[in-house]
């Protein structure tokens, strides 16, 4: 066994997105490309103590652990944890980091996009803090990843059992498999009433959760059906795949279609919820009814005080720009501030570790808090359960009663997929371009209040981000952003988010395509979208 450097050259694509490097599985088959990648973050590492690796278990999982492994050993990383049989969800991945006080941790994932070997495979750094790196961060490794030229690898020491826990040594550097679950769960049985959602779960409510054969089955299994004694089938499509089972592992009213169809079915249970490939998103539904990622945030922040981990109240919340207001009207009611932040949960770190928000979410299925810093599927789910729990109220009373008290924010996002990157730059552009002669325009009865690009500066360190998303705000409180996708593997992904403002109570049962279409037709009038993209209808619609 000896540690060897391999001559490489860089590769000129390795600049991280709005979550981590992603990429076609085949591109980081490529000899040296994941090699070159993780050089570059061991390269940028202060601090080599101790790291966590795991990922969502998709194709080619093992294989790059077992390449990490002998990396890290072969870089002097002191210990790796690593998730029995390589999986670790991205939420369980910020827990043990902080739980531990580790150096940081890489999770392989790609998140909700497709796996396989025609797929897309990822992989993402996190810090310290036990969140995504932030920009800083990202951008030095992508430096280092443009100036590379030989990455350090242990040779001769053949393959690392990963499949049973317990504790061995690679050269210098500890190894030791873990369980993926436990401290996870135990975080969980910490933050939630789990003798009350016990006591619903035996009452005759009955939910369903979709692991989309992603990595939260096993674990929705031991909180769900194990420690909190939901019969067992209240998990479905519990085993990870490396390919789910060909679906997106997107959860979403596409790509979760039967489930979906199950919850506005006659005989749907109470609630339904799926998390993505790697754990960190959730979706929620009652009887007939969606819950919009920006009101499930605003609910949550609402009804915080029936969770025991929240009941002392909250400090703040943040919400991605592109996210409703929703929650800023929680936010007013309970005096507490409300950030905007550009979209990408590595802006939320910096506030949760200020202490100045207790709860963040995104309009993309993403709600966490300052219990880890990643969102979190799971949490979201039994955040749900412990309201109806101690509200004794079904989904759809509490989201109807929500917007009965604070009015409700219609909302969509409309995603053209695949689209030429030029074309997509070039419609946003135009826009840009546009932006100072915008306001006063009418587009479909809709006139422009305000036009402008979002920026950021972070209020705890400084940093001004910019160029995050044209954003139409309208009279009366609509508003409409476009911005392209930071998370796509192939093309571009032009998104538009549309948000309608209705006070009314006897409104609030619309539709949300009609209640919005008048706003789809002022976007396509602003934008020229149909036109530019010679496309009819979005690819996707949530
Ligand atoms: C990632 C980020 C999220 C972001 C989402 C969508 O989620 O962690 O913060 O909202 O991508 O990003 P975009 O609109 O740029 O595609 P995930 O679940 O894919 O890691």
């Known amino acids: 066994m000896q540690v060897k450097a391999i001559k490489t050259a860089p590769f000129k694509d390795q600049k991280p997105?709005?979550?981590?490097?992603?990429?076609?599985?085949?591109?980081?088959?490529?000899?040296?490309y994941l090699e070159n990648f993780i050089q570059s973050i061991f390269d940028c590492m202060k601090e080599k103590r101790a790291i966590v690796l795991g990922g969502d278990g998709r194709y080619y999982n093992n294989e790059a652990i077992q390449t990490i492994l002998k990396m890290a050993a072969a870089n002097g990383i002191g210990k790796v944890l690593v998730g029995k049989g390589g999986i670790l969800s991205t939420p369980a991945a910020s827990c043990v980091i902080r739980k531990y006080g580790?150096?940081?941790?890489?999770?392989?994932?790609?998140?909700?996009?497709?796996?396989?070997?025609?797929?897309d495979f990822g992989v993402k750094f996190n810090i310290q803090n036990g969140g995504p790196a932030p920009e800083a961060v990202t951008e030095a490794i992508f430096r280092r990843s443009l100036e590379i030229t030989e990455y350090k690898i242990i040779e001769g020491c053949g393959e690392i059992d990963i499949g049973k826990v317990g504790k061995s040594r690679l050269h210098q550097t500890e190894i030791e498999i873990f369980d993926p679950v436990s401290d996870y769960a135990a975080l969980m049985e910490g933050l939630f009433d789990f003798e009350r959602i016990n006591g619903l779960l035996r009452s005759g409510f009955s939910m369903r959760f979709d692991a989309m054969n992603a990595v939260t089955g096993p674990?929705?299994?031991?909180?769900?059906?194990?420690?909190?004694g939901a019969p067992s089938g209240t998990v479905i499509n519990g085993t990870p795949l490396p390919d789910f089972g060909g679906r997106h592992p997107d959860p979403n009213l596409t790509y979760a279609k039967g489930l979906v169809d199950l919850m506005f079915s006659p005989g749907a249970p109470d609630l339904g919820a799926a998390s993505d490939g790697d754990g960190d998103r959730n979706m929620i539904l009652g009887k007939g009814i969606f819950v919009t990622p920006s009101d499930s945030l605003a609910v949550l922040a609402a009804n915080a005080d029936t969770v025991p981990g929240y009941k002392d109240g909250l400090k703040g919340v943040a919400r991605s720009m592109p996210t409703s207001a929703a929650v800023d009207r929680v936010a007013e009611t309970l005096h507490i501030p409300c950030y905007e932040t550009p979209t990408g949960w590595k802006y939320f770190g910096n506030l949760l570790d200020a202490d100045l928000?207790?709860?963040?979410?995104?309009?993309?299925?993403?709600t966490g808090s300052i219990h880890i810093r990643e969102k979190d599927g799971l949490w979201?789910?039994?955040?749900?359960?412990?309201?109806?729990?101690?509200?004794?109220?079904?989904?759809?009373?509490?989201?109807?009663?929500?917007?009965?008290?604070?009015?409700?924010?219609?909302?969509q996002r409309h995603d053209y997929e695949d689209l030429d990157q030029d074309t997509a730059r070039l419609l946003i552009e135009r826009l840009r371009n546009a932006l100072p002669g915008l306001k006063n325009k009418v587009f479909n009865g809709y006139e422009i209040e305000a036009a402008d690009e979002f920026s950021y500066e972070d209020p705890v360190e400084g940093g001004l981000?910019?160029?995050?998303?044209?954003?139409?705000?309208?009279?009366?409180?609509?508003?409409?952003?476009?911005?392209?996708?930071?998370t796509g593997t192939s093309g571009a992904t032009l998104r538009i988010y549309l948000e309608r403002y209705e006070k009314v109570p006897d409104l609030h049962i619309q539709e949300p395509k009609d209640a919005l279409r008048g706003l789809v037709s002022a976007a396509d009038g602003i934008a020229r979208i149909k036109e530019t993209l010679k496309r009819d209808e979005p690819t996707v619609i949530t």
């Open 465 to 486: 981000i910019t160029g995050q998303g044209i954003r139409i705000m309208l009279k009366g409180g609509a508003r409409i952003v476009f911005r392209l996708s930071g």
């Open 380 to 411: 979201a789910v039994l955040f749900w359960l412990n309201i109806l729990a101690t509200r004794n109220k079904g989904v759809a009373e509490v989201v109807q009663g929500h917007w009965r008290r604070f009015g409700r924010n219609f909302y």
């Open 357 to 366: 928000v207790t709860l963040c979410g995104e309009e993309s299925f993403g």
């Open 17 to 32: 997105g709005t979550s981590g490097l992603r990429k076609k599985t085949s591109v980081f088959k490529t000899p040296g």
């Open 102 to 119: 580790l150096s940081g941790g890489i999770i392989l994932s790609a998140s909700h996009n497709p796996g396989g070997p025609e797929g």
């Open 219 to 228: 674990y929705a299994e031991e909180i769900f059906e194990r420690r909190l």
